[in-house]
């Protein structure tokens, strides 16, 4: 990209700005540039001209150009697409003593920004900003060879550093958890606690089995969580679960998952929001940033992980999402794959932005600059929920282009924007610098506002989902095609995300982050590999299998009810569905509750069993078959 301080732009000021060699060409005006003499302004009052304009006028810039004429193309843009051809047009021209004798200069005054530029209607050819170059290389980084196994490109992302701490982290809960609650478990034997202290801590293995677990949930979908090990009715029996694993150990990692000290947590801080799942955070934006480059076009936009519990100021209301209720997460997405390169969980009590900056800018700058995505000439693409004159002119002078749709009502957007009336399939446009502003009426639909830094005005040719060809605004075809990234991330994500119901929003967050590398991590095998490249499906399946092979479930021996057990507790069934009275102990009267209101017997089992019936004099779970028994064992 062209840098040129604002004495350079004083030296050859008629050259440069005045006589529009910028303008002629298409090129953007410099923050440093000065407003050109009137005399060289078109009959419309813009700063953009034409060779007729110049060459007919009679100031000393256009008899320069005159003078020059034979040894500079004004036809042939290509000759100022190189910077050193640019340089030596200016070297040439900035030597003239007649330039640097003119009494203009004397009056000039310099400004460091373009904010102070009037908008300007676009008329004519627009040329467009100066095209930033893309100097980054994007796709895979730091991988296996090519003939690496899906497993191997699985491991990038979940690495033994992440399943350490995950074991760490879980093991220090369930410890702290058996501590507060010595006395509940004393009173309560029937506690799947205690299958937890018998068959001890988890292990690394077992957590890789567990995300194996996960995974093939998220492949078949089934109502609740223990109907992956019913085998007792044909249709639901999924042989593969409890072949695997046992259901009350998954229960109970469910119960304990853990990713941070929860001693360390001080409840009065404001910016501890996300501490209990921060190290998980910090882990996979680290290898998002490590193993892959996006190409040049991105976008930011939000996505949505669907949970209706209690956050700490964290859940969302988008009716548009997948999810309408949840947890809002930024991400930075590559378009033509749907690789997450960055993320950020939104939080209600968001930073406050310095220097009086919005929101919304101060978190697209934060996130892009974090990735380390500016400066390098990448093209983002925004909704209006970030949208915005002052975020596209910070986000060019950082050598990123944008295009997004903005709302009517931003500051800094052309006065004559609102009171501008289009019709159908017409465009308005206004520049400003290198801002494009446009409003546009497609078919009967409400005009939409766009704004951009990195295209042109006017029309061009495209092909609308039915296959026809349309004539369609140029920044209108650059939104469509930049602004997809996130969308088509969550589309691939949704697919195979286990999404189950849990209590703790922790649990929701990292079962979104586990999906999503999974996601990124086939995306980098796509790139990547050579010969027959697996689907998502068989790579997620590949990657299951080798998940679960070094663990081997632990069986837990629990005692099977007789068959004179079976038929006792059946016939006390049939009585109370029947209202024949069932004998038992005064005051104690067994009731049932309603459906699907279950309690755990206190009966003493070794194994819990859930049971629809109570005692209404002592307040307990109890099964048909151990009311006596119970009765009769604390002597009531």
């Known amino acids: ?32 540039a000065p407003e050109a003499p009137k005399c060289c302004r078109s009959p419309q009052g813009l700063q953009r001209f034409t060779i007729s304009h ?30 050193a051809d640019t340089a030596s ?58 003939t690496a196994r899906p ?28 501590e507060a609650k010595k006395e509940y478990l004393a009173n309560h034997p029937q506690s799947l606690t205690h299958q937890w202290i018998q068959q001890g801590h988890t292990y690394a293995e077992e957590i890789r089995a567990f995300l194996g677990i996960l995974f093939n949930m998220g492949f078949i979908k089934k109502p609740t969580l223990d109907s992956y090990w019913d085998t007792t009715h044909p249709s639901l029996d999924t042989p593969w679960f409890p072949k695997h694993f046992n259901r009350n150990r998954f229960q109970l990692l469910l119960k304990f998952l853990h990713f941070n000290d929860n001693s360390q947590l ?4 404001e910016n501890n929001i996300l501490f209990k799942i921060q190290p998980l955070i910090d882990h996979f934006q680290a290898a998002f940033t490590t193993y892959f480059h996006p190409d040049k076009n991105i976008s930011l936009d939000e996505s949505m992980i669907g949970y209706k519990g209690a956050t700490p100021s964290l859940r969302q209301y988008l009716p548009n999402k997948h999810a309408r209720y949840g947890i809002k997460v930024w991400c930075v997405c590559d378009v033509s794959t749907g690789y997450t390169f960055t993320f950020e969980i939104y939080e209600e009590r968001a930073r406050t932005p310095a220097n009086n900056i919005r929101t919304t800018h101060s978190t697209a700058i934060r996130l892009l600059t974090r990735a380390s995505l500016c400066n390098i000439g990448h093209n983002v693409g925004f909704d209006n929920f970030f949208s915005s004159p002052a975020l596209f002119k910070d986000l060019y002078q950082r050598a990123t282009t944008a295009t997004g749709t903005v709302r009517r009502n931003r500051v800094g957007l052309p006065d004559a924007l609102q009171g501008t009336q289009v019709l159908r ?33 006017g029309f061009s040719q495209t092909t609308n989902r039915q296959g026809k060809k349309v004539s369609r605004p140029n920044i209108v075809v650059e939104y469509n095609k930049i602004m997809g990234g996130v969308d088509l991330k969550d589309t691939k994500l949704y697919a195979y995300l286990p999404e189950k119901q849990t209590v703790k929003w922790t649990t929701k967050v990292a079962f979104y982050l586990f999906g999503t590398a999974l996601l990124n991590s086939y995306i980098v095998y796509k790139k990547h590999a050579t010969g027959r490249i697996l689907t998502r499906m068989n790579f997620t399946i590949s990657v299951i299998d080798e998940l679960m092979k070094k663990y081997e479930p632990q069986k837990v021996q629990c005692r099977r009810r007789t068959r004179e057990e079976i038929e006792e507790q059946q016939t006390f069934v049939t009585q109370i569905n029947t209202n024949i009275p069932v004998p038992h102990t005064p005051p104690h009267k067994m009731i049932k509750l309603p459906k699907k209101k279950l309690r755990n017997c206190v009966a003493g089992h070794n194994h819990r069993v859930r049971s629809n019936y109570i005692c209404a004099e002592c307040n307990v779970g109890l099964c048909v078959t151990c009311f006596h028994g119970y009765h009769d064992t604390h002597h009531h």
């Open 266 to 269: 001080d409840e009065n801080s």
């Open 89 to 146: 047009i200016v070297t040439h021209l900035s030597t003239d003593d007649e330039v640097q004798d003119d009494p203009l200069f004397d009056d000039l005054e310099f400004e460091d920004s373009a904010d102070d530029e009037e908008w300007q209607c676009v008329v004519d050819n627009d040329r467009g900003p100066l095209p930033i170059p893309f100097t980054a290389t994007p796709g895979p980084h730091h991988i296996p060879p090519n």
């Open 151 to 178: 497993i191997d490109y699985f491991n990038l992302f979940f690495d033994n550093t992440v399943i350490d701490n995950i074991v760490e982290e879980t093991n220090r809960y369930s410890n702290q958890y058996i």
């Open 54 to 83: 110049f060459t007919n006028c009679q100031c000393i810039p256009a008899k320069m150009w005159s003078d020059n004429e034979s040894e500079y193309d004004v036809d042939d843009p290509g000759q100022l697409s190189d910077f």
């Open 425 to 457: 399939n017409e465009v308005a446009e206004w520049r400003q610098g290198s801002l494009l502003c446009v409003k546009y009426k497609d078919g009967n639909k409400t005009p939409v506002h766009l704004i951009s830094t990195s295209c042109s005005g």
């Open 1 to 32: 990209m062209l840098q040129t301080t604002s004495q350079q732009y004083k030296s050859v000021y008629y050259c440069t700005v005045s006589v529009s060699l910028w303008s002629v060409y298409g090129l953007p005006t410099h923050p440093a």
